[in-house]
């Protein structure tokens, strides 16, 4: 028993047009009784592993969904104020935890990042595109993919990419240690990935938490495909096993890839650089773009700043409004499709407080 909601695999919905409101309830397990802002959702993966998430909902109509895909080794809680800044603005969000990372179970086996992209992300992905459809209308809201770090630099490989109309990373990169600038840089990432993660997968069967400066340990299989994928010339891109998975050139939206201006560990401008240009086959839009802290009101920001708390006096409004001016159809004076019913609504969006429904 537990205080969450399953989402469906393939919502049997999502191509039928307008969805009936009472099959969105069965299928998402609420009540219409109950309401609030922020639900604990199961988002199954297509394996057979529930991933623990939390859906944000604004108060009123959303219009339009934003995914927060996470960087490696960091919970999903760390995004929740973005993502509840994100609902003031009129956008349902869905937050996540990688198998075997914070609350998500790891399965039978130790996780892999390859898991964590192919089956994890193409999960929340299906859960964002269900909530899109969840409105009476003929058109979905328009879907955000907010990506940070690895959550950004799996879109290469993401199946169903072409559903996303815009894509918002920061720190998201190809990591090859030859892309760090050349000397102690270029040696510490040459370090790091040829010694110090296999070195604490033997030592300890994974990385700890604070061997990476902080956050979650990483899985071995996970780690280790960090450290195999670093020292190849194009990333995860250089990976022949990868190969029949790459989504890149199917991606149809706008993607504006943030690079820290102080993010020197873990996001040099190369790195970055190289992720636009995997999506140089594309029919959507890749850029790379420099984020300077102080022009934010922050003195530093590396590669975890931009979504701690204070982002949302001035850097979350840049961030957005630079999206938003992209893509049309995220911005608020846009007409989007009509919402629920009159009166049918607050199942979903209601009051800030917590709905249990037991999980059959």
């Not at 039928?16 to 199961?42: C, F, T």
């Not at 609902?87 to 790891?106: C, N």
């Not at 790091?192 to 956050?215: D, I, Q, T």
């Amino acid at each position: 028993m537990s205080n969450s909601i399953s989402l469906p695999v393939a919502p049997p919905s999502f191509f039928e047009g307008s969805p009936n409101l009472a099959l969105l309830h069965a299928a998402l397990r609420l009540d219409d009784s109950e309401s609030n802002a922020e639900q604990r959702v199961v988002l199954p993966t297509s394996d057979g592993l529930e991933l623990q998430a939390t859906l944000f909902e604004p108060q009123g109509q959303a219009r339009a969904v934003a995914m927060l895909a996470p960087a490696t080794g960091v919970p999903q809680r760390y995004y929740a104020p973005f993502a509840r800044w994100l609902t003031l603005q009129g956008y349902a969000v869905i937050t996540f935890d990688y198998r075997g990372m914070g609350a998500s179970p790891a399965g039978a086996q130790p996780p892999s990042m390859r898991d964590w992209m192919l089956e994890d992300l193409p999960a929340v992905l299906r859960a964002a595109q269900y909530r899109a459809s969840a409105q009476v209308g003929t058109r979905r809201l328009p879907l955000l993919w907010v990506g940070h770090s690895l959550g950004g630099h799996a879109l290469a490989v993401l199946d169903g990419i072409e559903a996303l109309d815009a894509v918002l990373c920061i720190g998201s990169q190809l990591p090859s240690l030859h892309r760090w600038p050349a000397g102690h840089a270029r040696w510490g990432a040459a370090a790091f990935f040829k010694w110090w993660l296999p070195l604490w997968v033997r030592l300890a069967g994974r990385l700890p938490g604070w061997a990476l400066g902080g956050g979650l340990p990483i899985p071995g299989p996970a780690a280790l495909d960090w450290s195999r994928w670093g020292q190849m010339d194009n990333y995860f891109a250089s990976d022949a096993a990868l190969r029949p998975h790459w989504r890149a050139h199917r991606f149809q939206g706008v993607a504006q890839l943030w690079c820290v201006s102080d993010d020197w560990v873990f996001g040099p401008e190369p790195a970055v650089k190289a992720l636009e240009q995997a999506f140089t086959d594309a029919p959507g839009q890749a850029q790379t773009l420099r984020l300077h802290p102080q022009d934010h009101g922050f003195k530093e920001l590396g590669h975890f700043g931009a979504f701690r708390r204070g982002g949302e006096k001035a850097l979350w409004p840049f961030l957005l409004s630079k999206i938003e001016a992209a893509v049309p159809a995220l911005r608020p004076d846009v007409k989007k499709p009509a919402g629920f019913p009159a009166g049918q609504i607050e199942p979903l969006i209601g009051p800030r407080r917590r709905l249990v429904t037991e999980k059959a």
